[in-house]
């Protein structure tokens, strides 16, 4: 998953959440093995979103994170 965002005008509408679904959706369509995320600590209430749908915090899944500010890992360990 990566580089999802809503503009700051649009915060608080709930367009991240439906942004999120959708694609977990496409993903459990896919037959997906592991679908792991990487963000910043500094993101707080993103954090809080991936949480809410399951993603869990890891250590780094892969060797070598792509995103210079990325201190948080995660894999999605839906219920």
């Given at each position: 998953l990566t580089k999802m965002a809503v503009s700051p005008e649009a915060r608080g509408r709930g367009i991240g959440r439906r942004l999120m679904d959708a694609a977990l959706?496409?993903?459990?369509?896919?037959?997906?093995?592991?679908?792991?995320?990487?963000?910043?600590?500094?993101?707080?209430?993103?954090?809080?979103?991936?949480?809410?749908?399951?993603?869990?915090?890891?250590?780094a899944p892969r060797a070598g994170s792509h995103y210079a500010r990325a201190d948080v890992h995660m894999i999605w360990e839906p219920d």
């Open positions: 959706r496409l993903y459990r369509s896919l037959d997906g093995s592991e679908l792991f995320l990487e963000s910043s600590s500094r993101l707080g209430p993103a954090l809080a979103l991936y949480e809410s749908v399951g993603f869990r915090h890891h250590p």
